[in-house]
């Protein structure tokens, strides 16, 4: 079965950390860029942090440059998300994304999302 799945949201105070994973089962995201999203409730969905699997570039959301990290572990089949210095603007569900195009098709996985609420 082809499926991401996110761990490791949950409840932190403002200033804190947590560090999410999206592990890939079914197919290796080795060839593919995959990217974090948050969709907070009334607000669309916005892309957080991309990794290619091409060439290792990164991309990041300008409000979390400086606190957030994207990073994989191709052993694991994972990809992580390191939020430090947390903010209440930052609660959200956050999706884990994998997209390949392969020979004109592009194959695209949703993770379930995993919430992430900053408060104190």
């Known amino acids: 079965q082809v499926q991401l799945v996110e761990s490791g949201g949950g409840l932190v105070q403002p200033g804190g950390s947590l560090r999410l994973s999206c592990e890939a089962s079914?197919?290796?995201?080795?060839?593919?860029?995959v990217g974090w999203f948050r969709q907070a409730p009334g607000k669309e969905r916005e892309g957080v942090a991309c990794i290619s699997s091409r060439d290792g570039s990164v991309y990041r959301l300008d409000s979390v440059k400086g606190r957030f990290t994207i990073s994989g572990d191709n052993a694991k089949n994972t990809v992580y998300l390191q939020m430090n210095s947390l903010e209440p603007e930052d609660s959200a569900v956050y999706y884990c994304?994998?997209?390949?195009?392969?020979?004109?098709?592009?194959?695209?996985?949703w993770g379930q999302g995993t919430q992430v609420t900053v408060s104190s």
């Open positions: 079914g197919f290796t995201l080795d060839y593919y860029a």
């Open positions: 994304n994998g997209e390949r195009r392969l020979f004109g098709k592009t194959y695209n996985y």
